[in-house]
């Protein structure tokens, strides 16, 4: 019997890619090389004829080559079988003469884990077996071929809350895993919100979020809707260009820090990625004008109901202010039973009370001017400071009765609603009730009664809304409040969020 006959022998780049279709010495390729060496093939096979099939995690089938073809005789000259048996699934693409292997898990450097976090969307790993680490390397690049996966949304920008996504709908497993998500859902965690009032008023506040959000411009352009023209000036142009002197009047400056405020607030939540009536709030506070803020953002009024009782009580304040000369002073270094002995003293037959306990060891006093004087007098006699402040009226005193019946007037006629979350009173320094008749009657002894900031963050942080870190969020204008807090409580770290950079 003749001898089989011997083809010619190929060139050598295809020898040497003939080589590793052996079925003695066929290799483990991964399935991305795997496929770059098929693609090389095919274009050999222009020159040098058809190749055969490479045996790999893919294609697992016969190599399917003719029987007369170089090199892969065997060294009796007899051709190799034609069906050789089909490998063992554990095998992962390796021939039966040769022993499987376990799979080692492909080390990764931090910097290629953070980008596979950031390229993923998410940037906790909450379920085992879902960390990139955990994942072999053909499923942590099947994302990028398998065509039923879907599309992931970017991750927020830099401050946004940490988010998680929902299992894939495709998987029976309710693992997340890098290779097949489903879109971006975000579940924040809880935020607390401070809101600022009166005196955090400055020329330009809040035209950074005016020119980078579309949604804080909408919050700007309803409040002009429903301001008109009463305070002779557009709410944008007042806050972004003043003047100083009409923005700083108290008629002005309380409707501008509350739009201002509520625009940075739509901005944030737009930012996240949630709207901002779905915001996931452990609580909100403000000092005194910033209480109407917190119960807007808890849904306890619409934006238009708080905008006009808010606009109510600064014209109420200024004309009750106008109506009789008074004063504030600041009181830096005195205790609670300090500044009520220095009112006490210097009262006289004039109003003169504690009006603001903002932190330890800075507390506010108002009343009639010659008795805010005569305590600036007396103040290093009760180891302290006294500095007066440039206000409109004696605030938060019993000189506010006029602006209190006007507005218990407006509130009789606002439908009031429960807030979703605490909000802290600034008469009490406790969450306001439920109850909308005691958060009306509360809103109207504010303006006349003390406003307690330093004990209502006190009670925050002992209900747990401030221990979490980088979870408490101050609204624009401003940094003051986060100023106060390092004065009541070191460890509260707050973000002020003046302009969309911070």
């Known amino acids: 019997m003749d001898a089989p006959r011997r083809a010619s022998a190929p060139p050598r780049d295809a020898r040497r890619l003939l080589h590793l279709a052996r079925p003695a010495q066929a290799v483990r390729l991964p399935d991305r090389q795997l496929a770059h060496r098929q693609h090389h093939l095919l274009r050999l096979a222009r020159d040098h004829g058809p190749p055969p099939r490479l045996v790999g995690s893919r294609d697992r089938r016969d190599p399917a080559l003719p029987r007369d ?3 892969l005789h065997r060294a009796d000259g007899r051709p190799p079988p034609r069906h050789p048996p089909r490998p063992h699934p554990q095998t992962r693409g390796l021939l039966r003469d040769r022993p499987p292997r376990p799979h080692h898990r492909r080390a990764v450097p931090h910097q290629r884990l953070h980008a596979l976090q950031r390229r993923d ?3 906790q790993h909450r379920h085992p077996g879902t960390h990139p680490h955990h994942q072999p390397h053909h499923r942590r690049h099947h994302r990028r071929r398998c065509p039923s996966a879907e ?10 809350p940490p988010a998680a996504s929902e299992p894939c709908s495709q998987r029976s497993s309710d693992r997340i895993t890098p290779s097949c998500r489903a879109p971006y859902t975000p579940r924040m965690i809880p935020i607390t919100l401070l809101c600022p009032g009166q005196g955090a008023q400055a020329v330009g506040m809040a035209k950074a979020w005016f020119d980078h959000s579309p949604e804080a411009r909408r919050v700007f352009e309803e409040a002009d809707r429903v301001l008109g023209d009463r305070l002779s000036h557009p709410i944008g142009p007042l806050c972004f260009e003043g003047p100083a002197n009409r923005l700083n009047a108290t008629d002005a400056a309380q409707p501008a ?3 201002a405020g509520v625009a940075c607030a739509h901005a944030l939540a737009a930012r996240w990625q949630t709207p901002v009536d779905r915001l996931p709030l452990a609580g909100a506070a403000g000092l005194s004008l910033g209480e109407y803020t917190a119960l807007h953002l808890a849904g306890a009024m619409s934006f238009e109901e708080a905008l006009e009782l808010v606009a109510l009580r600064g014209a109420a304040m200024q004309d009750a202010a106008e109506a009789q000369s008074s004063g504030m002073v600041a009181l830096i270094g005195a205790t609670e039973d300090q500044a009520q002995a220095l009112c006490d003293r210097c009262a006289g037959d004039d109003v003169l009370v504690p009006a603001n306990y903002n932190a330890p060891g800075q507390i506010v006093i108002s009343g009639h001017a010659e008795a805010c004087q005569r305590a600036a007098d007396a103040a290093p006699e009760f180891g302290c400071k006294a500095t007066p402040l440039v206000v409109a009226g004696a605030f938060h005193s019993p000189l ?6 006007r507005l218990a007037e407006a509130l009789a006629r606002t439908d009031l609603r429960a807030p979703r979350c605490p909000v802290y009173s600034n008469v009490t320094g406790e969450p306001h009730e439920a109850d909308p008749a005691s958060i009306r009657s509360r809103l ?7 406003v307690r900031w330093a004990q209502a963050c006190a009670k925050m942080h002992a209900d747990g809304l401030l221990t979490d870190p980088n979870h408490v969020h101050e609204l624009a204008p ?6 106060i807090m390092r004065r009541i409580e070191r460890t509260v770290q707050v973000q002020s969020h003046d302009d969309p950079s911070t």
């Open 121 to 123: 969307g998410h940037r």
């Open 400 to 405: 506010m009765q006029p602006a209190a019946d």
């Open 151 to 160: 599309p992931v949304s970017e991750r927020p920008a830099s401050g946004s």
């Open 257 to 259: 820090i509350f739009v």
């Open 69 to 71: 073809h170089p090199r």
């Open 478 to 483: 401003g940094k003051t409040l986060a100023g």
């Open 444 to 450: 109207i002894e504010q303006l006349t009664s003390p």
